[in-house]
């Protein structure tokens, strides 16, 4: 809501005001009356300190205005501002307190004019180029010799006089069609997109060229559409482009089959030059006259030397010298079998005394002899084997007997027994309480009675 002043009150009732607190009403009227506008100038005092934000002044040949654009605003921005660069700005205008200046505070800031566009270009060049519309496996050949030519142009352009020119003087046997389409604003885009598929569809050109004369980047922009370039790479005719002069660039060229840097330089490339064809037929066909006289004159040269042979060495000659040359080949044949005979008989012979050796009767005999041999050495190791244990066990025999109770009885001991119990007696106690004793001596046992 905006402020209002008193403009007419007693001294008492008026408001004393600071600098500062104009200052603060002006500002505050100010945003609250205008809205956000879009401000188009060149850029001037361009500075940015280390805080991020931006500071500058759009100007114009008559009037300048100071502006401020605050992080994170300004970090937003694709492309690097410099003084005397033409931008679009969009901003809100208000006042800076501190001088009482009124200013723009910018929320958006962009290239204008052909700054815009080529980033647009770059953009959308950028994006074609991913998905793989100017990779050169899309390209499709141009035909050697085309006999029927579209060309997609302005009928009353430049570009069109200088394409028949160059075709009628190079290769008038070429027909040519004009398509017409228009080749700027904003119509253009539509119309060339309608004469490529119609083109392709009705498939009676050899090669389509995609051509128009030379001209600023907005002249050219309606060859930098996406629709256009998607409709030249589903083309199944080759299309040729030729837009503008040698340093202008479109999506077009990028997209198009062959890039021509102007509509002469296609005319060229389409066709070719009817005088070097001319004088190509004539040496090939003056090669190839000599090449036949060469051919018919070594064929004479054979006829004739065949012709003096077949003079000199009449047909039963020739009879004569097969036959015996049969006959010595048939010699040949037979003493080679000999050879092959003999040799194969010593190889046979070889063969035989390695099989007798290797005879599985001769290995039976053997194997049985080793066998007996090693039933004898198995026979004595066993009687060895024997012989220790029995030794290792009177060994054992002697020490148990040594340690056993029956031993100390042969020395003149007893042992006690309860017979009812059957344990053995080993104190005073248990002989008292005992029923009936025995005592076991070496040779026998004995009775004892309670007294």
């Not at 141009?142 to 009353?156: A, C, D, E, M, N």
């Not at 012979?349 to 050796?357: G, Y």
């Not at 001991?413 to 104190?427: F, H, K, P, Q, T």
Request: hydrophobic share 45%.
């Amino acid at each position: 809501m905006s402020k209002s002043l008193p403009v007419s009150a007693t001294f008492a009732e008026r408001e004393i005001l600071t600098p500062m607190l104009l200052n603060r009403h002006v500002r505050d009227l100010l945003e609250d009356t205008f809205a956000l506008i879009w401000i188009e100038g060149e850029l001037s005092n361009f500075a940015r300190p280390a805080s991020g934000h931006l500071y500058f002044t759009l100007k114009d040949p008559s009037a300048q205005v100071r502006c401020a654009m605050f992080k994170p605003k300004s970090t937003y921005l694709r492309f690097r501002p410099v003084d005397g660069m033409r931008v679009l700005a969009r901003a809100r205008v208000s006042l800076y307190e501190g001088r009482g200046e009124y200013q723009l505070l910018v929320e958006h800031l962009e290239e204008a004019g052909e700054g815009a566009l080529q980033r647009e270009f770059e953009q959308l060049k950028a994006r074609l180029d991913a998905e793989g519309l100017f990779d050169a496996e899309h390209k499709k050949p141009l035909p050697l010799l085309p006999r029927r030519i579209g060309v997609i142009t302005s009928p009353t352009g430049a570009a069109i006089r200088d394409v028949l020119s160059v075709i009628a003087r190079r290769f008038p046997l070429a027909q040519i069609e004009i398509l017409p389409v228009p080749v700027q604003g904003r119509e253009a885009p539509p119309a060339i997109v309608a004469m490529l598929r119609a083109a392709s569809a009705a498939g009676r050109h050899d090669v389509l060229l995609l051509t128009r004369g030379g001209g600023s980047l907005e002249d050219l922009w309606a060859f930098n559409d996406e629709a256009v370039a998607r409709a030249i790479h589903a083309s199944v005719i080759p299309v040729i482009a030729a837009i503008g002069h040698e340093i202008d660039f479109t999506i077009a060229d990028f997209v198009a089959d062959l890039r021509a840097a102007t509509p002469s330089a296609a005319a060229e490339l389409l066709v070719p030059d009817a005088a070097v064809l001319a004088r190509t037929l004539s040496a090939q066909r003056d090669r190839l006259a000599r090449d036949w006289r060469r051919r018919l004159a070594t064929f004479a040269q054979r006829l004739d030397h065949d012709f003096v042979r077949l003079q000199t060495l009449p047909p039963q000659a020739r009879l004569q010298q097969g036959h015996e040359r049969l006959q010595r080949l048939r010699q040949q044949l037979g003493a080679g079998n000999a050879r092959n005979r003999d040799r194969n008989a010593t190889r046979l012979q070889a063969v035989r005394l390695r099989l007798s050796l290797a005879h599985p009767a001769r290995r039976v005999a053997q194997n049985q002899q080793v066998v007996s041999t090693l039933a004898m050495q198995l026979s004595a190791a066993a009687v060895r084997r024997i012989e220790l244990h029995a030794r290792h066990l009177a060994q054992l025999a002697r020490t148990l007997n040594a340690v056993s109770p029956l031993a100390t009885l042969d020395r003149g001991y007893a042992i006690l027994i309860d017979r009812e119990r059957g344990n053995v007696i080993r104190s005073v106690a248990q002989a008292n309480n005992s029923n009936g004793i025995t005592a076991r001596l070496h040779d026998g046992e004995l009775i004892l009675r309670k007294i």
